[in-house]
């Protein structure tokens, strides 16, 4: 036990004397936890809208106005026909065109009954099916306001209608940053852990000091918790600072209890730096454990349900998500955070993530030889 | 006189596949001795060695360091080793002080030991200025003494040295060979690899490698009588020029 004291001091006077590396780790949690949740954003707003209006009548300007007055779109062309507003579609200056037919306000009167056309510009699939959606439920309300003012104002109304009334629960405002925040927190936490921990061991690696621990007659498990507890400890640390902030910048901290969060951040960890450790014992040189690492960040986080909802991935993807460790601390964050979770709702996620610090740690010190 | 062995090795072999990077190599060392192991580039010194510190499993043959076996035994001999890499392997990013505290600490030295012998060391190098400075600041041939230092700190019964003098001034390199004759004389025994000829002649014994065998092994002034040759760079050259590999 005495050795691994001399070790950890090491590893911590070595940590704290990289004054660029402690920067970036603590510089990090600040700067993407401020923009991110600003930045990455699902919600669409902004919408370019070009109309051509043929009509010119009351009912097409009050359309166009209800289009204006949504807050998503943004009315930045008039054009005379529908070849012209394409036009602006290929210089990508509109998002979205309406075409208002001529006599769009006669036919509303006489047959009760008008078309419009939507067209989107669909390079971003997304944008175009929220524009489309968007677009929509304007026109939807405005068929609601133009059947009520036009019907006659009778007691009972001879069409029945069904009304859609939503409740949104734990997350009521359906605030897009009390939903991100969370997760970038927990990529946080990963990334800080992971990278630290894959490229360390391969350092020591490089520079040829592994060798003088190796024929030293410390044990391998001394050698991988020296490893190990560091950035154990400066990935609590980062998770700390990114709740403060999450606190003091959005106003949000955990429903449930913290001590949760930290016990299953503490065993994630736990897991995560094994795999880290899996990393640097395959990675011959700082160059690969950077690529392999990247590589494997790049698929945990893309996977791991931050930006995409896993629910809406193909089967297969699925399956993936459920052997993607970072998807289970983002789901967790979540449940913490927002609805309160308490640490028996989260047994499960428990167990599973415990199952990978196993595995991850055993196959590490499994493979990581003093003698080859 | 009655000499007692430290180092024995029996055909100890190293195969890479179809590879034979040591062949069959057998000697002896005895307490107390310098040994220059040498040998050219690519003769398979660094393959040796690790086996013998029990960094790499022999692929066959016997080997006994300090009484211990490099099969079943390799935590014991590194316990009673020391080893200086042919790369410098302190920390950089530590001071003096924190190295000589970390590998003291590591060999299970006593934090009053740790003390004393770290404040002697310190002070026999002449580095008391230098003590809190980072090692990655000191000029080479500095460094090479620091390590070797560190290696001996915990008073094994061997000390390994992978061309620990690779790269030093003549100065420094004969200063540093006076702490190899001081550490002998404490009864160190020292294993020297070398490519320096005139390193060679301040050897006890030395064998001589070529393609994985040792080819000769005697006492310098043995072996340049048997070769009929001015200098150990003479008898050197006279069997490394048969060798068949090389970098």
Known sequence: MRELTFLLRKEFLQIFRNKLILRMIFALPLIQLILLPYAATYEIKNITLSIVDNDHSEQSRRLINKFTSSGYFRLTDNSATYNQALDKVEKDEADLIVVIPQEFERDLIRQSESTIMIAANAISGQTAGLAVAYSNSIIKDFNNEIRTEWLPQSRFNTIPVIEITNSNWFNTQMNYKDFIVPGVLALLVTLVGYLMSALNIVKEKEVGTIEQLNVSPIKKYQFVLSKLIPFWVLGLAVMTIGFIMSFVVYGIYPEGHFWVGYLFAGVYLIALLGFGLLTSIFAETQQQAMFIAYFFMLVFILLGGLFSPTENMPDWARYLTYINPVSYLIEVMRMLVLKGSSFWDLRLHFLVVTGFAIFFNGLAIYKYKKTN | ?247
């Open chain 2, 1 to 247: 006189m009655n000499k007692e062995i430290v180092i024995k090795t029996d055909k100890l072999t190293k195969r890479f596949g179809d590879f034979i990077a040591v062949n069959e190599i057998s000697f002896e060392v005895y307490k107390g001795e310098i040994f220059g192991f040498l040998g050219a580039n690519g003769a398979g010194k660094t393959t040796a060695m690790k086996m013998l510190i029990g960094i790499s499993k022999p692929s066959s043959g016997n080997a006994a360091i300090a009484g211990y076996d490099v099969y079943k035994q390799t935590e014991l001999i590194k316990r009673n080793i020391g080893y200086m890499s042919q790369k410098f392997s302190l920390y950089e990013d530590l001071t003096i002080k924190e190295n000589i505290q970390l590998f003291g600490g590591i060999y299970g030295l006593s934090d009053d030991q740790i003390k004393t012998k770290g404040e002697s060391l310190i002070e026999k190098l002449g580095l008391q200025d230098e003590a809190d400075k980072l090692v990655v600041s000191l000029p080479l041939g500095w460094k090479q003494k620091l390590a070797f230092s560190i290696a001996i700190l915990h008073q094994p019964k061997i000390v390994f040295l992978d061309e620990p003098t690779g790269g030093v001034d003549p100065i420094t390199r004969r200063q540093f060979w006076d702490m190899i004759y001081e550490a002998a004389d404490n009864g160190i025994t020292v294993f020297v690899t070398t490519h320096y000829m005139d390193e060679a002649e301040y050897c006890h014994r030395v064998s001589i490698m070529v393609d994985g065998v040792i080819q000769a092994l005697d006492s310098p002034e043995g072996l340049k009588m048997r070769y009929n040759a001015q200098s150990m760079e003479e008898v050197f050259l006279m069997l490394a020029r048969g060798a068949k590999r090389s970098d």
